[in-house]
Structures are given as C-alpha cells and as structure tokens.
C-alpha cells in the first residue's frame, strides 16, 4: 500500500507545485553562484519532465470521481478511515508515521484523499464480481499461507559507519542504567528509524533487511543486545525487543480481508477500467505541449488536433505542430501496480 501512495504522492506533488507556482514567473525559486531560477524556468522544465504523466493522471482521477458519482456506489468516511487506520498499524508509532508521511511530500489530509480515491477505484473494478460464502472459504482454503501469520520479532537497532564507533556505543550500552533507544537517537545514522530510538514495526523474522540480521536475530533471546557486527559498509547493533509464534489464521477472524482479496484477485484489471473510461469520455487537451495526451481519450481511427476538433486520420498534413504523431494502439499510462490485497 505505501508504494501505491508514494507514486500517487508524486503526481498529486507535481501538480500541487505547478499550481502553487502559477504566475510571478520571474521571480526566483532558487539562486546558484548569484544567478536566478525563475519560476517560469521552473515550471517549463516541470512541465517537460513530468507534464504528460501527471496530465494523464489527473484526467484519469477525475473520470473515476464522475463514474464512481453515476454509478450509485456508496463509500462511507468509516471505511476511509479503517483503512488509513490499518496503514498507520504499519508502523511502529505515530512519529515514524509521520516521518513517513513527510518523506513522501504528504499530509494526513492528503492521505485521507488518496485513500478515498483508492477505495473508490476499487470499488468501480469489483462492482461486476459476484461470490458466495463458500467461494470465499474455497479462496481462504486454497491461500491459507497469506492469512497465517508467521514468526514475528521487534528489533531496535543502532547503525553506525566504524567499527571504532560501533565499539565505543557498545561500551555504553554495558553500563548500568543504559538506554538502547536514547543510544541509537545520538549515535544511529540511520535516518528511517533513529527518531523512534532505532525501534522498527514488528516484522516477520524471514523478512528482517539486510538479510544477514535474519541469523544474528534467530539466535538472540528477548532482551538480547548483539555484539557490533559488520553488513555491508555499516556496523550493527542489535536489540531484540519482542518475539511472536506463528499463528494460525481461522476464516472467521480474517474474513473481510478475505473478501477484500477475493474480489480484487477476480476485478476488472486497472488499465481496463481506464480503457472503458476514456473510450465514454468527452476530452478536450488545451496545452500544445501536452496534446499528446488526447491520444488516450481518442478512436484509434482519428489524431488529435489542438483546439479539440477531432481529424480522420488520412488527413494529417494540417495537423497542428504541437500534436503528436498518432501511434497504432495509444495506451493509457499504467496505473501503479498493486497487490491482490490492495495493499502495497
């Protein structure tokens, strides 16, 4: 799920920033060796680099937001939330949430969004998917291992570039009253996790990264501080906070996620709903430099032409010089790709 709000995170950044930097264009957004980047400067190589990716992106929200509006679909503020909430579990507490939030350019309001428009993309794909209780349990039989929950641990760590530094934090923490956490906030060089005193989310212990912490843990009991070993270039030190038996899943327990899997697994795939989309859709692309956009919202018989006037496809000559060549079978940009579960 957090790869499919980054790259949303992206287009909805890009945009926010060329409308935020719409007019005054000659005034600065940076100054290199006393020379000026105008805005202006910036939005065009903006514009250049991302300007047709993120136009598409738009257009196709919106196309979602107006079938997701006709179809009668219901979404409730409690089903955004729940599923905001089952992100955030992620996440070992609220402060790495945030750090996270902020490395992707997003607010809590942003993300809120995104997730509303998520769950009604969702819901737009497996309008059509029809299931009984038994498909479910047959579906929850045949993928238990998805639902088990296998062994988990919770490490702190404390990552430091020498071995030096590595012996000398190790030191501290044999003294009597030493705190790991406190430790790993002024040594740890590891910006993801060294806010929240080097404590990661809980994870299953095969998925440990760098792998080499996986046989380091396995021999460790709860409460353990490893020696300082070398993985890569950096030097580790490990806590291990906490230790979970596998568990077994019931249906009962796990049943809407079950659902949730079930209907995604038999949707209609992204790009398809998108194709169905833009074959119904009225789009007028208004920028010459991104006319080439049209091409997804046209017949495969026709080019586009600035202006929105619509040309066989025979007549090219007095196409305008800002539309594209038109290709054989125009796609629509990928959507960002997604788990069975929805989750990324």
Same mark, same amino acid.
Request: charged share 30%.
């Given at each position: 799920? /957090?790869?499919y709000? %980054? ?7 890009t945009a ?5 930097l719409?007019g005054?264009?000659?005034?600065p ?6 020379? !000026?980047i105008?805005r ?8 250049q680099a991302?300007g047709k990716?993120?136009?598409?992106? @738009?257009?196709?929200?919106r196309l979602v937001?107006d079938?997701?509006?006709r179809s009668?679909?219901k979404?409730?503020d409690q089903e955004?939330?729940? /599923?905001?909430a089952?992100? #955030?579990?992620?996440f070992p507490n609220?402060?790495?949430f945030q750090?996270w939030?902020? =490395? ?5 309001q942003? @993300?809120?969004?995104?997730?509303r428009?998520?769950i #009604?993309?969702? !819901?737009? %794909?497996?309008?059509?998917v029809k299931?009984t209780?038994?498909d479910l349990?047959k579906f929850?039989?045949?993928n238990k291992?998805r639902?088990d929950k296998?062994? /988990?641990?919770t490490i702190?760590?404390?990552v ?5 530094e590595?012996d ?14 406190a430790?790993? %906030?002024q ?9 929240q005193?080097? %404590?990661?989310?809980e994870l299953?212990q +095969?998925r440990l990264?760098?792998?080499? @912490?996986?046989?380091l843990?396995a !021999?460790?009991k709860?409460g ?5 070993? #070398? ?6 030190i490990v806590k291990?906070?906490n230790?979970?038996a596998?568990?077994k899943?019931s249906?009962?327990k796990?049943?809407a996620k079950?659902e949730r899997d ?8 992204k ?6 989309l833009?074959?119904k ?6 920028d010459p +430099? ?7 919202f046209?017949p495969?018989d026709?080019l586009p032409?600035?202006g929105g006037t619509k040309?066989?496809?025979?007549e090219q000559q007095g196409a305008? =010089?800002?539309?594209?060549p038109k290709?054989?079978a125009p796609q629509?940009?990928p ?7 929805g989750?990324?």
């Amino acid at each position: 799920m /957090r790869g499919y709000l %980054r790259g949303a995170s992206v287009c909805l950044l890009t945009a926010t920033l060329v409308v935020m930097l719409a007019g005054c264009g000659q005034q600065p957004v940076a100054i290199v060796n006393g020379q !000026k980047i105008t805005r202006t400067e910036f939005i065009n190589r903006l514009k250049q680099a991302a300007g047709k990716p993120v136009l598409a992106d @738009l257009l196709f929200r919106r196309l979602v937001e107006d079938e997701f509006t006709r179809s009668g679909l219901k979404l409730t503020d409690q089903e955004v939330m729940e /599923r905001v909430a089952e992100l #955030k579990s992620e996440f070992p507490n609220e402060e790495a949430f945030q750090q996270w939030l902020s =490395s992707v350019g997003m607010t809590e309001q942003d @993300l809120v969004a995104e997730m509303r428009h998520q769950i #009604k993309e969702e !819901k737009l %794909r497996t309008r059509d998917v029809k299931y009984t209780e038994a498909d479910l349990r047959k579906f929850f039989n045949e993928n238990k291992a998805r639902y088990d929950k296998p062994l /988990r641990v919770t490490i702190s760590q404390i990552v430091v570039s020498t071995k030096q530094e590595a012996d000398k934090v190790y030191a501290e923490l044999q003294k009597p009253g030493a705190n790991f956490g406190a430790l790993a %906030r002024q040594y740890s060089i590891d910006a993801m996790f060294r806010g929240q005193g080097g %404590r990661l989310p809980e994870l299953p212990q +095969d998925r440990l990264m760098p792998p080499d @912490l996986q046989p380091l843990v396995a !021999k460790m009991k709860v409460g353990d501080v490893s020696k300082p070993v #070398k993985i890569d270039e950096n030097w580790y030190i490990v806590k291990l906070e906490n230790r979970k038996a596998p568990e077994k899943a019931s249906f009962e327990k796990v049943r809407a996620k079950v659902e949730r899997d079930y209907t995604l697994v038999s949707a209609k795939p992204k790009e398809a709903l998108y194709r169905d989309l833009a074959a119904k859709a009225t789009v007028q692309v208004l920028d010459p +430099d991104l006319a080439q956009v049209q091409e997804m919202f046209m017949p495969k018989d026709e080019l586009p032409q600035f202006g929105g006037t619509k040309q066989p496809a025979g007549e090219q000559q007095g196409a305008p =010089s800002g539309a594209a060549p038109k290709q054989d079978a125009p796609q629509a940009r990928p959507a960002p790709a997604e788990g069975a579960s929805g989750q990324q």
